[in-house]
């Protein structure tokens, strides 16, 4: 039986690694999916990655994200100043700096939410100012750390949402984008609620896409508030490790980490651990030993995947990154992860639970079939032990589910509706070297939309 790396590696590309070239071995490398930030560039530059992939080989199959930008809040144009740490400095509600060592925002719900003793970030926290007086649209601070003051960069108030739609005129413009292309996965910046989830969803619906998946990003405290309502509606969740710590204390990220996946797993949800994996290899062709630890807690936890971010989209070693993340994760998954299973009590969910059973019991590869992906997910909650072969004859299928932990998705002409569906998927898995006279193989499928209500077991047999 075959062993195969059952964690996924989302790419992300950017001017590292957006030419086909470097896409080709991407794949070889073993990447699963590829990431494209709607926070950079435009739909000519994103055109193009597109067409890139397109004429790469073995990419029909690899899913596509799409990732919002969101209500994402920066600061005005600026002369860049320095500034020290004990340095007065100003915000003022203006889109350019009027006077020295003053910081323009446009931004007017941010000076609403700003109260005294407010900690103010820029770029994530490489800047950093204690506010000490707020005079109508004028907020007075000290810094609180050495640094430099430029154009345009990402600006939050620690440890606060900023009262702003989930979705920007530059996302909707996007989601058409995604829609219009093909995208099998959006993910969603600065979830809150549920409710933010609810919105998309109902665009995509709008735009005549419903079957586009969502992926909500957990990177504020009112998103981990509503952890449980957003795995309702998402279909899967990232753990955006960099903007949590806006919200919380640097210390507080790793139990949160653990808290997300933990309660993903129990909900039969996808999790995507995300922020600075490799971050050393955007500059250097090996890692640190503590990103290797790093990584290798994330899939014990139970991480379905990883996404690499600026080491594949802006590093000197993408294709490197992407092997180093994969060589890690085959190490990592030779113990197991901590046992978490769905805790949903329904007939889909027994059956997807005794199919796995069995397939641990009798050292059996699972061959599964799933029109829209859900027998996928919840077989892959289990975390079965062998190998779990997903047949769908819908192309985006084949690509969504390969995102899910374990899962070896393959197309087929097959049809649910054949009254052979059984003995061809058995013969189909056969003739592709997936199964061998002797073994043993569970066969499970939905007779209903969206079901996984039957289980089959068989030894493979000659005719």
Known sequence: MVKMRKTKIIATLGPSSWNSDIIRKLVKAGTDAFRINFSHGDELVWKRILENIASSASTEFIPLIGDLQGPVIRTGD????????GDKVTFKLSEQSGGEKVIPLNEPAVFSSIEENDVLLIESGRLAFRVEKIEDNTIHTIALI???VQSRKTFAIKGKDVPLPSLTSRDIEAVKFAV??????????FVRTEKDVEKLRQLLSEMGSPETKIIAKIETRSAVNHLKGILEEADAVLVARGDLAIYYDLEEVPEIQYRIIKQARAAGKPSIVATQLLDSMVEAPVPTRSEVVDIFIAIKEGADALLLTSETAAGKYPVESVSWLARIAEKAEKQEAEKVEPTISNLYYAVAKAAVSISNLLSASIIAY????????????????????VFSSNKRTVRQVRLFWGVTPIYTTIEKKDPYL????IEEARTKGLLSYGDIAVITVGVREGATDLIRVERITQQ
């Open 180 to 189: 219009k292309n093909g995208f099998d996965y959006i993910a969603l910046s």
């Open 146 to 148: 050495d640094g430099i």
């Open 422 to 425: 059984f003995s061809r998927l």
């Open 370 to 389: 799933s029109k829209g992906g859900n027998t996928a997910r919840r077989l892959s909650s289990f975390r079965p032990k062998n190998p779990l072969y």
């Open 78 to 85: 600026v002369e860049p100043f320095e500034v020290k740490k």
